[in-house]
């Protein structure tokens, strides 16, 4: 096994942190939306797309109340 100059092992280092947080980034904002009932994975496009007429609607009809 050969072993590594130690700027080369920091640099790989860095590297991986700099991903590992974009990825942690990633999975906290599909995990935040999702628990806001915006997003879904397990849902189609067409039921998301109800969903926002239907909030549309709602909103247009309490706009129109008031």
Do not use: C
Not at 15 to 36: C, E, N, P, V
Not at 47 to 59: G, N, S
């Amino acid at each position: 096994m050969t072993t590594r100059p130690l700027s080369q092992l920091k640099k790989a280092a860095r590297i991986w942190d700099k991903a590992h947080r974009g990825i942690a980034a990633f999975w906290l904002r599909q995990h935040a939306t999702s628990k806001q009932g915006e997003y879904h994975p397990k849902e189609s496009k067409l039921q998301i797309l109800k969903k926002l007429r239907e909030q549309q609607k709602a909103q247009s009809t309490s706009v129109n109340a008031g």
